[in-house]
RNA sequence: GCGCCUGUAGCUCAGCUGGAUAGAGCAACAGCCUUCGAAGCUGAAGGUCGGGGGUUCGAAUCCCUCCAGGCGCGCCA
């Protein structure tokens, strides 16, 4: 998102709400019939604020999974919770909405944390209720892209050919295997026709659009929009894009490739070109990690222990945000760079902030990242704090330099080196290690050109590191402030200016703000 | 069975629109703080790029094949 905007896109970032699915029913059949919580109940103890009300989900979640496991007559509960949900219909739907709202704005704070924040939350239930599907199913019927199965297996359903060949759908009367079913025989619609549904509308295509409310103001202002049945003036439009990247992980590839296919089925091939699937791969734990968790690890030992809510096997995002600004501010008290505590704080959550979005980042999409506390929690070598103390002890630099020269200003330094100066400079006395580096730093926009290319933020984060290496060596072998040869010495602030503020720029695309100090 | 992905140093990974002696980080070893803050830097060590064929002047990179592993292929989401 922050390297698309960098390149001159109009970015949005929506956020697909499931408050209608099974998760959301499943924590409601938890409170309903495992705890006997009424609405009131539930309402008590998230206004009471007593405790954590998403860890007390989490714990709920993987407490009814287990139920399940062991009463697997309970699995009614689900179904009518889920048709109450859906309806729309009496307590059950109102918990749901207040578990899935409180929900929502404990992921917001959570994700505003490591510097993601979002333009839309698009729920499910207003693609239920605005009749989102109905119409998708329309004009699915009318382009000829679905027809109805009177024999066979799926007899009774809504189905689409997705066998494809040479990436054109084939119309060709149906082997069932290469069919699948969108609208179920009892008449409701699966996941992936909602989706198709959703896509549609996020490029404009389905003629039919969200009412929207405000749902979150963040501090600076920005606001948080939600879909709603009945909106509220002032919302930005939303929607109608040219191109749209489904963030999901490699698991979803084939539903992405369903609504792709429905796409040109409809005769939408260029959008169906645009819509990209940045699939991910999935973030497992170590065997070890698993058992500081008080885990048993199961035998089936493919290197890593998947991480599952259902076995309430996983890694809460604040806990390790918690335990990176721990470890943190321990190193920045040691070092003594303030003793204000508020800055010692606010240094101590840039720190943990680039270690945990860096150590995420490096990581090309396609691999699983095994987690480890040991890993995430390193703040030396290919690192965030890596990356932030090049920055800073480069702006150290130039402010010990500003101390000393009270008339210095950084940003005339372009002025003070002329064309003439720099060309010596660059051809003179290791002079090619200035120009590789002035080279590499000149990178930055063909990198970021290449990691959207390739759909790859760790192009971004290698590049980073390659520059604040470079950096480092370079101020390593060569000392600034005590360099006789005046315009020399100009010639090294600019170049330290340069690099100082490509990486910043490059930081800030991969969402890491650089402390004043460190 | 079919489809997608992965296999590179002890470990974790870059490099894959072909180009010179294959690169980092971690770990381990040897050094560098009276000098712009050592969250750093330097040195040495560590590799049949899963195996085999092919294309090419040239292959970790492209093609074929085999092996190993992961993930998908639901009237779940």
Known sequence: MRVLRYRGHRVETQNYIDNTGVQVADVVVGFVHLEKKSLHDVESLLAAGAVRFDYYCWDLYARIFQYYEDNPEALGWRTEALKAIEDNHGEIAKIAELVSTAIVRAHLATMLRVNIRYDLLAQESEILRLDFWAHAFDIMKHLGAIRYADSGKNAGCWVMSFAEKNGEAVRAEPADEDVKIIVRSNGTVTYVGKDIAYHLWKFGLLGKDFGYKPFHRYADGQTVWSTAVTGEAGAPPFGAAAVAYAVIDTRQSYLQNVVAAAFRALGYGKQAENLHHFAYEVVGLTERC???????????????????????????????????????????????????????????????????????????????????????????????????????????????????????????LQQNVSREKLQGFLEGRDGGDFWELTLLAAQLESVAEQAIATEEPAAIAKYAFRLAQAFNNFYHVHHILNEPDAARQQCLLFLVRLVGGTLTRTLDLLGIEVPERM
């Open 290 to 412: 698993a058992k500081e968790l008080g885990v048993a690890v199961s035998a089936e030992d493919k290197g890593f222990v998947e991480v599952s809510g259902r076995k309430g096997l996983g890694i809460k995002a604040d806990d390790l945000i918690d335990r990176l600004i721990e470890k943190a501010l321990v190193e920045v008290r040691t070092r003594e760079m303030t003793t204000d505590a508020d800055e010692q704080a606010t240094y101590a959550r840039m720190i943990a902030v680039a270690a945990l979005r860096y150590f995420l980042l490096k990581f090309s999409r396609r691999v699983i990242i095994v987690f480890d506390f040991k890993d995430a929690l390193a703040f030396e070598g290919e690192t965030g704090p890596y990356l932030q103390y090049t920055v800073v002890r480069g702006r150290n630099i130039l402010r010990r330099y500003a101390e000393a020269h009270p008339e210095f200003r950084s940003e005339s």
